[in-house]
């Protein structure tokens, strides 16, 4: 905008003085400091209000930090008043929720408790069992997105007695799973079946050095960081003794995929199908077969979710994986494959990104299973 002096279009000195004359006191200078801290400080708190808006995780963290603050000042409060102070909204440990771990496969918690394992060696198949006071309805974190309602329990790894997380799964359930008051999952192996068998344990103690590692599984129904101690429902600490080194967990880990699929590791047998469906998938997935010169006579996907989780502390939903099975004709041949489909989370779109797929194909069938 052009200051006019006298009709006509001012010079830089006459602007200068025209401005001075308006400005009694404080001065140009001075006035223009002000101005700018406003003006700065309106655009730090837009993008800060921007940045906040597309990490969903910041809001999480910012929400419980709140949470906490609130609960502290109320308490201070109390004690001055001289009432109880106020309880906290959950203990270290939910005594509503017990977890405990096992080597042997039991029928239900209240066979497993009285086998629980302390201590696993290479190689130890590895259990785990949940129980719960009531229904998994009243423990579970809802949340929605385009494909409905989502009913979701975080699990974590971490070294015993310490605040940080190895890695970190989701475990998705379904509404009519919700009337469950316990459940079990195969650690080590592995089991297939929707929520029969949970990687975040063979996933960690595959790549352990020798030695004698002190570790926990948590559950928590928390989805943002950070996570305060009474965050979580139920923790459980296990010794992982590989003091005379390790070698078969490794292997069981390359293992662990087959037997989620199809309960066996012989590769000849077809994954088993699950609920899972997704338009927008099958076709990245078609995509890619038809530049593989692979023409499939038809698609399934085993499991009923996506499976999040993370290898970063930070993070309980860096990506998510689905597995789809493609049967197909190679000639006279029949042949099948699988394709690991695998999004990562961006957060500045609070959304998870395009697949990379990882196909295995060519395995023998008989013309029988085509359709």
């Given at each position: 905008m052009a200051v006019t002096i006298c009709g006509g279009l001012a010079s830089k000195r006459q602007m200068k003085l025209a401005i001075i004359k308006r400005?009694?006191?404080m001065g140009v200078r001075s006035n223009v400091k002000k101005t700018s801290k406003v003006v700065l400080g309106f655009i730090v708190m837009g993008l800060v209000g921007s940045?906040?808006?597309?990490?969903?995780?910041?809001?999480q963290a910012d929400e419980r930090r709140r949470e906490m603050i609130a609960a502290d000042e109320a308490r201070q409060a109390a004690e001055k008043q001289g009432k109880p102070a106020v309880a906290a909204a959950?203990?270290?440990?939910?005594v509503d929720v017990q977890m405990v771990l096992t080597k042997n496969d039991y029928k239900s918690f209240a066979e497993a408790k009285p086998n629980a394992a302390t201590v696993f060696?290479?190689?130890?198949?590895?259990w785990l069992y949940i129980k719960l006071n009531g229904k998994l309805e009243k423990y579970v974190y809802r949340t929605s997105d385009p494909s409905g309602e989502r009913f979701l329990l975080f699990v974590e790894y971490g070294p015993a007695g310490d605040v940080t997380a190895k890695s970190h799964e989701t475990i998705e359930f379904s509404k009519a799973e919700l009337a469950l008051s316990e459940f079990k999952m195969s650690l080590a192996p592995g089991k297939a079946g929707h929520n029969n068998a949970l990687a975040i344990y063979i996933k960690n103690v595959a790549v352990s050095k020798p030695g004698l590692w002190h570790n926990e599984l948590r559950i928590s129904d928390r989805p943002g960081f950070p996570r305060?101690?009474?965050d979580y429902l139920a923790k459980t600490?296990?010794?992982?003794?590989f003091s005379k080194g390790i070698a078969k967990y490794p292997a069981e880990r390359n293992s662990f995929q087959?037997?989620?699929?199809?309960?066996?590791?012989?590769?000849?047998?077809?994954?088993?199908?699950g609920k899972f469906d997704d338009k927008a998938v099958r076709t990245e997935l078609t995509n890619r077969l038809t530049s593989e010169g692979i023409v499939p006579t038809s698609i399934y996907f085993s499991d009923d979710f996506w499976g999040e989780y993370s290898d970063d502390p930070s993070s309980i939903r860096q990506f998510r994986t689905i597995t789809a099975t493609f049967l197909y004709r190679s000639g006279a041949a029949c042949m099948y494959g699988t394709a690991d489909i695998t999004q990562r989370f961006a957060p500045m779109n609070d959304r998870?990104?395009?697949?990379?797929?990882?196909?295995?194909?060519?395995?023998a069938i008989p013309c029988s299973e085509i359709k």
């Open positions: 400005s009694p006191g940045i906040h808006a597309q990490f969903p995780q910041m809001r959950r203990p270290v440990t939910n060696a290479d190689g130890d198949p590895a305060s101690p009474g600490a296990f010794n992982s003794d087959s037997l989620v699929l199809r309960d066996s590791t012989d590769e000849s047998k077809l994954p088993i199908a998870f990104g395009e697949s990379t797929i990882d196909l295995k194909k060519d395995i």
